[in-house]
């Protein structure tokens, strides 16, 4: 990879390999994302809060850190932000609500913890649609996200601000939330990768600790992982699930492992619009070239709903009911074109459909978005990537395997009213 490459939209490792042995200092790439937010959050409206004088010390913990030889892995000295529905100590958290404009928790999160341990660094926090009560990312007490690509769509939600600012390079990867696809749906909206892993493999715990939450909710949201490419969302994933025994940088390697995925089911159900097929037919041109065995599924959405008497149930048997002749399965995350600003305001709070996405909040499964081309209007399209619950390495291994046969390579939005160049 060429030395010059933009650093507002470098992979992680490249640029945590330079800061590694010395040829970026994190205090560096710390300055340009804090640049960067400065000059485009007045349009996007990506961060609710930036810490830029917490990130200022942590960078230069790191560069400390790092040049006495001790290093973290991949994330340390990595510029990071968390959607403001984590508990962050002494820093408010606001889930976007106006009587949590001034909530300030005493303790971290687990995952800003665990981001922490890693050495990653916190720009901010991101705005977010409110209460995560939606998926349009409109509704904000600090006012709605704005949609990189085109200030007339939604950028989705409810982490919209955290698919914003990674698009737009703001930070290198989110730790977002997923109930019914709030993480997946505005990642596929603004052309940038999510993760959402089996239930309970990331700890939610401080998650507006000590407000009241719905019961239904706890048992389905997610915690998350949003960055630009696969590899940077593993990168992060792996050192959330144990960042203090693993070794981080097998994450990349075992993503170049021999393809674990063998056979594919298409599903045949989802919800689509007539503007929806097309590009995930471009999709699927290109899985068939990929020497995978494909056969058609369906998926039984309409057991998944927010009464969750029978969750466990359903969950226990999910595994052999859906993935019994299949390894993994591929569909759209979105059910339609994203929507404009005022149709969304016509249609409410969940214009962005979850008809794609709920299932696997519902059955627990691990499910990534990543993007999948463009739709006619030149906006971004996603496709997920499911596989049975505890595959979490399947998954992201055949998502990369894709991303790796098609070439792909990320793609920032450039859009003049934005303030992009």
Same mark, same amino acid.
């Given at each position: 990879m060429s030395e010059h490459i933009d650093l507002s939209f470098a992979p992680i490792a490249f640029v945590s390999a330079r800061m590694r042995d010395g040829r970026l200092a994190s205090i560096e790439l710390v300055e340009h994302c804090l640049r960067r937010i400065s000059a485009l959050n007045r349009s996007l409206n990506a961060f609710i809060t930036v810490t830029a004088e917490l990130a200022r010390k942590q960078a230069r913990t790191a560069d400390s850190e790092m040049r006495a030889g001790h290093w973290r892995g991949p994330l340390h000295g990595v510029p990071v932000a968390v959607k403001d529905f984590y508990d962050t100590a002494g820093i408010r958290t606001t889930a976007a609500f106006d009587r949590f404009e001034n909530r300030l928790p005493s303790q971290d999160a687990d995952m800003v913890a665990k981001l922490r341990d890693a050495g990653a660094v916190l720009v901010g926090k991101t705005n977010m649609h409110k209460l995560g009560m939606g998926t349009t990312s409109l509704e904000s007490h600090f006012g709605p996200v704005v949609n990189p690509w085109s200030v007339r769509h939604v950028a989705g939600g409810s982490s919209g601000g955290s698919a914003a600012a990674v698009a737009a390079g703001l930070c290198f990867a989110t730790i977002d939330t997923d109930a019914v696809g709030s993480g997946?749906? %505005?990642?596929?909206?603004?052309?940038? $990768?999510?993760?959402?892993? $089996?239930?309970?493999?990331?700890? $939610?715990?401080?998650?507006?600790?000590?407000?009241?939450?719905? %019961?239904?909710?706890?048992?389905?949201?997610? %915690?998350?992982?949003?960055?630009r490419g696969v590899e940077d969302v593993a990168l992060a994933f792996e050192l959330l699930t144990d960042a203090s025994t693993r070794d981080a940088a097998s994450a990349v390697h075992r993503l170049h492992a021999p393809l674990p995925v063998r056979r594919l089911g298409v599903v045949t159900n989802f919800a689509a619009s007539a503007d929806t097929t097309p590009p995930f037919e471009e999709v699927m041109a290109r899985v068939a070239s990929m020497e995978i065995e494909t056969r058609e599924i369906r998926v039984p959405f309409e057991a998944a709903s927010f009464d969750v008497s029978g969750i466990e149930r359903d969950r226990a048997g999910i595994n052999a009911s859906l993935f019994g002749d299949v390894d993994a399965i591929v569909l759209p995350t979105l059910a339609a074109p994203t929507p404009t600003v005022d149709d969304a305001r016509t249609h409410g709070e969940m214009a962005v459909s979850p008809s794609n996405t709920f299932f696997c909040n519902y059955f627990g499964l691990p499910a990534i978005s990543i993007p999948g081309g463009v739709d006619k209007e030149g906006l971004p399209f996603g496709v997920q990537f499911v596989g049975p619950q505890g595959d979490d390495a399947r998954v992201l291994a055949l998502a990369r395997a894709y991303q790796r046969h098609v070439n792909w390579r990320y793609v920032p939005p450039q859009r003049a009213n934005i303030g992009f160049s």
């Open positions: 997946r749906l %505005p990642a596929a909206i603004c052309g940038v $990768t999510c993760h959402k892993p $089996t239930f309970g493999v990331l700890s $939610t715990a401080g998650i507006l600790a000590g407000e009241t939450t719905d %019961p239904a909710i706890l048992v389905l949201s997610h %915690p998350c992982v949003t960055a």
